[in-house]
C-alpha cells in the first residue's frame, strides 16, 4: 500500500512531540502503528494531535510510506484525523506504563487491562484452547450438550450451593452439570460433553477457586473402568496443547511461554503411594488423609523432579475420602477403595472423576449414608431404574488449566470478569 491512501481506527496510544515534528503511535489489535506529523505541512492536524489524550479512539486516514525509523518499518503521513471517543485524564490505569498495577485495581479496569497484548494474549489462548478441545471431543464422537444451570439440587455439597428465588420456590445455581450428564448416560446419548460456567459459593480467597468457573464436562457410557475415562481425559490434554502450540503462536510469545510436550502417557500414582511420597518429603499427613493444597503442591514438585512429569494422575482414591461424591462408584474388590481420579497439572488438580455407581440400589444406600433425601434427588434418581448403562466422567477446569498452561500466578488471570467473595463487578 506504500505511497496509498490508507485509513486506520485505533486507540492513541503515546504521542512523542520533538518540536517541528511529533509521532502518535496508534493501536488496534493487529499492532501499533506510528502516524508522523510535520508542523510545516499541517499546523492544525499536528496541534490537534498534540492536545488528544492518550488511549483516546482515532480514525486516521493518510499516505503510507516505508520507514527506516519506524518501528514496525512504515509509518502514515495523515490528511485527515477524526476523534471518534475521546478519553478522560488521568487513565485508571496505564496500557504501556512500565509500573504494574495490583490485581484488583486492574480487575476493577478490566477494559483497560485488556489493552494490553500480554493480558490479552490469556483471553486468545483460552479461545484457541477451547477449540482445541472441541475439536478433539467431536472426534471421538461427543455431542455437545448444554444442561440447566439453575437447578433443585446440588450434587456437590451444600456448602458451596447458591440459592437463587425461583418464582415463588428456593432453587440453586449449578455447582456441576453432574446430575444432568449422568441422567443422559440413559438415553442412547453415549458420549457427551459440555463447556459451560458452574457456581461455587466457595467462601475462601485463593489463587486457584473463583466462584464461577468454565467447567468441562464429560460423560461415557459403557465403561469397563475408570481407564477407559482417564483415556479421554488424556486425549483432551495432549490434543489441546498441541492446537494452542499450533495455533497460538504470538500470544504464546507475548507471554513468553513454552509450552513443551507433555510426557506420555500421563503418569499414574496411586493416591496411598502420592501420600507416602509427601510424607517421605517430611510433611505430616496420616496415611489415607486428604493430600490438601500443601500435598498436592508437594507431590508436584516430586513428580516434576523424579519423573520430568508436568502432568499425572492420581488414582485409586480412598472411599474415605469419596464419601460425600455419592455418585462414585467403590471397587467391587476393595470397597475401601473407589477407582476415581484427579488429574494433577504442576501440583495443581485440574480435572476430577471416575466410574460412577449405576446400580440403583448401591447408589440410593450411598445416598442415604450422606442423608440425602432420596424425594430431592427423584428426577436424578428415576433415570437408574428404567436401564442405566455403567459409565464414568469427569469434570475438567479450564481456567485451572489456562492458569497452570501459561504460568499465570492467580486463576482470575484466565477469567475476563472473575467473581469471587468480594467481586461482584465489573
Ligand atoms: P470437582 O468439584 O472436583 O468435581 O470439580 C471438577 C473440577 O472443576 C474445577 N473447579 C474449580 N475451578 C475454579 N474454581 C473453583 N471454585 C472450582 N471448583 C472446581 C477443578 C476441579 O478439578 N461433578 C464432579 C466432576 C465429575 O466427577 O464429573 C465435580 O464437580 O479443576
Known amino acids: ?23 502518535l503511535q496508534l493501536r488496534d489489535s493487529h499492532g501499533v502503528v506510528q502516524v508522523t506529523l510535520l508542523k510545516k505541512r499541517n499546523k492544525e492536524l499536528f496541534d490537534l494531535v498534540a492536545s488528544i489524550p492518550r488511549e483516546s479512539v482515532l480514525r486516521v486516514t493518510g499516505e503510507a510510506k516505508q520507514s527506516k525509523e519506524a518501528r514496525a518499518g512504515y509509518e502514515i503521513l495523515p490528511s485527515k484525523i477524526d ?17 504494574g498495577a495490583d490485581l484488583d485495581t486492574r480487575l476493577n479496569n478490566r477494559f483497560m487491562d485488556l489493552r494490553k497484548d500480554e493480558v490479552k494474549a490469556a483471553f486468545r489462548i483460552k479461545s484457541v484452547t477451547l477449540q482445541g478441545i472441541r475439536q478433539f471431543l467431536s472426534s471421538q464422537g461427543f455431542t455437545e450438550v448444554s444442561t440447566p444451570k439453575i437447578v433443585a439440587a446440588g450434587a456437590e455439597g451444600g456448602a458451596t450451593l447458591f440459592q437463587v428465588k425461583y418464582f415463588d420456590r428456593n432453587a440453586y445455581l449449578a455447582q456441576s452439570p453432574q446430575l444432568y450428564k449422568q441422567n443422559l ?101 496420616e496415611p489415607g488423609e486428604d493430600l490438601g493444597t500443601e500435598g498436592e503442591k508437594l507431590l508436584g514438585d516430586v513428580m516434576i523432579e523424579e519423573k520430568k512429569a508436568d502432568l499425572y494422575f492420581i488414582t485409586e482414591f480412598p472411599t474415605a475420602l469419596k464419601r460425600s461424591t455419592f455418585y462414585a462408584k467403590r471397587r467391587d474388590d476393595d470397597p475401601e477403595l473407589t477407582g476415581y481420579f484427579d488429574l494433577d497439572y504442576r501440583g495443581q488438580e485440574i480435572v476430577s472423576g471416575g466410574q460412577r455407581e449405576h446400580r440403583y440400589d448401591v447408589l440410593t444406600e450411598q445416598m442415604r449414608e450422606n442423608n440425602l433425601s432420596l ?13 442405566m448403562p455403567p459409565h464414568g466422567g469427569f469434570g475438567f477446569g479450564v481456567e485451572r488449566y489456562v492458569q497452570k498452561m501459561l504460568n499465570l500466578p492467580n ?9 469471587d467473595r468480594s467481586r461482584l463487578t465489573p
Open 185 to 285: 448416560m440413559a438415553t442412547g446419548l453415549d458420549r457427551i460433553f459440555e463447556i459451560a460456567p458452574a457456581f461455587r459459593a466457595e467462601a475462601s480467597d485463593t489463587i486457584r477457586h473463583i466462584a464461577e468457573f468454565t467447567s468441562l464436562d464429560v460423560e461415557l457410557a459403557f465403561i469397563e473402568s475408570s481407564d477407559d475415562v482417564m483415556e479421554v481425559a488424556e486425549g483432551i490434554v495432549i490434543n489441546s496443547l498441541r492446537h494452542v502450540r499450533e495455533h497460538a503462536k504470538p500470544e504464546l510469545k507475548a507471554l513468553g511461554v513454552d509450552i513443551g510436550e507433555p510426557l506420555t502417557p500421563f503418569p499414574r500414582v496411586k493416591y496411598a503411594d502420592a501420600v507416602e511420597m509427601v510424607r517421605s518429603r517430611g510433611m505430616k499427613l
Open 411 to 419: 486463576i482470575r488471570e484466565a477469567v475476563l470478569y472473575p467473581r
Open 83 to 99: 476523534i471518534l471517543s475521546k478519553a478522560e485524564t488521568p487513565l485508571p490505569l496505564g496500557v504501556v506504563d512500565k509500573v
Open 375 to 387: 424425594e430431592s434427588f427423584e428426577f436424578y434418581l428415576k433415570a437408574f431404574r428404567y436401564g
Open 1 to 23: 500500500m506504500y505511497g496509498k491512501e490508507v485509513t486506520v481506527g485505533g486507540w492513541a496510544q503515546e504521542v512523542r512531540n520533538l518540536g517541528g515534528i511529533s509521532f
